[in-house]
C-alpha cells in the first residue's frame, strides 16, 4: 500500500467559491504529503482533464470527482462520485440538470434579498461566481465583499471582526435556511436517481460531511441509500465533532461502507479549513473505493 495521506473532497476555482486551480492544489497536496487527492467540485467536472494533467509527474494521484447537490426525503444532502469518468454523457446530463436548476434558485434568493433592501443584482452575482451557479454562502459573500454593504445595519453583525471568517454561513443560516426571510425551495436532483447513474458514470458514490448541519443523516438513511448503490460514506471531515465521527465510522464499518477523508477545502470563503486539515485518511481507502467501481 502507498504511503501518505488521502484527501477525497477539495474544491479548485473551477466551482462558484473555490480559489485555487487544480494545478495549484496538487502542489498543495505534494507539499503537504499527501498521495492521493480528489477534486471534487460542486455539480461540475470542470476541473478535468486539467487536474489529471497537473497530476502526471508530481507523485500525487488524481481522483477524478464532482459532488453532487441533491435531495433525499425532502432534505440536502451531498454526494461525491469519485473515479466517475467525466466525459460520459449522463455526467454530462447530470451537470446540465443540476445547473438549470440551481440557476433558478440562486436568482430567487437574489430577488428576495433585493426586496428585503439589500443592494445586490443579480448580473453582479453572475460575474463573481464566474458564471457559474452561486451557491448560498457565495451569494452571502459576493454581499458582505461590497464596499456598500459596511454601510448597512443590517449587515453589521456579519461584518464584525470576529464573526468575518464564518460570516457568509451565518448569513446563510439568518437568510436562506427553511422559515428563514429569503428561503427558496431546493430544486436538486433526487439522490436516488444519482446512486442509480452512479454505475453508467463510473463512479463510486459516497455520501458527503453525512453529520453537516443541513444533512445529518441517520442510520435510518444509510441503510436506505447502501441498499441503493452507496459505496462509501465521508467519515473524517471537517464538518463533524468527534463524536459525530466515531457514529460515522461504526455506522460504516456495521453497513459495509468505505469510510472516507475529505477537508471540503476551498481556500477563503473557508478559512477555518486550512489545506492538509485532514489526516485521517490512507490509501487502502482508495484501493478499497476502486474494488467497488461500477457495482450497481
Known sequence: MRNGFVDLHIHSNKSSDGDFSPLHIVRLAKDNGFTAISIADHDTAAAYPEALEAGNGSGVEVIPSMEVTTLFNGREFHLLLPFLNWEKEVVRRIMTRVSEGRLEEAQERVDKLRKLGFDLTWPEVIRASKGLPPLGVTIAQILLDKPESKNNPALAEYLEAANRPLAPYLFYRDYFMEE?????????????????????????????????????????????????????????????????????????????????????????????????????????????????????
Do not use: C, W
Open 180 to 296: 428563514k426571510p429569503a428561503f427558496v425551495p431546493k430544486r436538486h436532483i433526487p439522490l436516488l436517481e444519482v446512486l442509480d447513474l452512479a454505475p453508467e458514470a463510473e463512479a463510486v458514490p459516497v455520501l458527503a460531511h453525512p453529520g453537516a448541519y443541513f444533512e445529518n443523516a441517520t442510520k435510518e438513511d444509510l441503510v436506505q441509500l447502501k441498499e441503493r448503490g452507496l459505496a462509501g460514506l465521508e467519515v473524517f471531515t471537517s464538518y463533524h465533532k468527534p463524536e459525530q465521527t466515531r457514529f460515522y465510522a461504526e455506522a460504516a464499518k456495521e453497513l459495509d461502507l468505505v469510510p472516507t477523508p475529505g477537508s471540503d477545502f476551498h481556500g477563503r470563503i473557508k478559512p477555518h479549513v486550512t489545506f492538509g486539515l485532514i489526516r485521517d485518511g490512507h490509501y487502502g481507502m482508495v484501493e478499497e473505493l476502486q474494488k467497488r467501481r461500477g457495482r450497481s
